[in-house]
């Protein structure tokens, strides 16, 4: 049983679209980290939230955490190819040094 | 380098071989962590270390599991008597140290195909 959520499991859009993906828990996390895996490479991580509800942009992405900190959601507005990848989210959990992945969403951005 | 690296990059290997997967992480970095990767599926967390111990050793999935950390740097992940069941992406992380955020950064990973 993943303690992490993903949704949805496959994501195929055309370039220029709005694509969210969510991840949830029942737990609590102290942090709750994003990161993008592309074929035959190691997650790269893209942000680290800690705060209930906060939100962060980088670009054209945008990370929100939830306020009670067990969910959280990556918007990518008009995406681009480049944006193709394999979407993981990771919780840690106070005192905790282990990360909790979820299964992580496929995302495909059509030319 | 600057990142984690990993060597092999792809293993194939017969059933009932040992293997041994190799991790360098980044320099400094006292915590090391391995992970494995089936197809389309999330990171399964196999073991930690901090500096050359391991407090963890609870996502080793079998005793044919076993790793090393040697002078707080390189580890060794060993797999004895490889399964098919063994076939997966071997990723290996490294963090500066534990705290707070436990940011992780990872290597590319090895692919270990078991015929």
């Known amino acids: 049983t993943q303690l992490l959520e993903q949704s949805p499991q496959f994501l195929s859009i055309q370039e220029g679209e709005n694509l969210t993906v969510y991840c949830n828990s029942s737990s609590v996390f102290s942090s709750l980290q994003w990161y993008r895996q592309e074929p035959g490479e190691g997650p790269v991580l893209l942000v680290t939230?800690?705060?209930?509800?906060e939100v962060k942009k980088l670009k054209r992405l945008t990370f929100q955490f939830g306020d009670a900190r067990k969910d959280s959601s990556l918007h990518i507005t008009a995406a681009q190819p480049g944006d193709t990848g394999l979407y993981l989210c990771a919780g840690a959990r106070t005192n905790d040094y282990k990360l909790s992945f979820g299964a992580g969403t496929t995302v495909t951005v059509r030319a | 380098g600057a990142g984690v690296s990993q060597s092999p990059s792809n293993k194939v290997t017969e059933k009932g071989k040992d293997v041994e997967l190799r991790c360098d992480p980044i320099?400094?970095?006292?915590?090391l962590y391995w992970y494995r990767q089936s197809l389309g599926q999330g990171l399964e967390f196999l073991i930690y270390f901090q500096g050359n111990s391991a407090p963890d050793k609870s996502g080793l999935p079998s005793d044919r599991f076993s790793a090393e950390r040697t002078g707080g740097s390189v580890s060794t992940l060993t797999i004895q008597r490889t399964q098919q069941e063994d076939s997966a992406v071997y990723l290996c992380a490294s963090s500066l140290k534990v705290k707070r955020y436990n940011e992780q950064f990872f290597g590319p990973g090895t692919r270990l195909t078991v015929l």
């Open positions: 939230v800690v705060t209930g509800g």
């Open positions: 320099s400094g970095h006292t915590a």
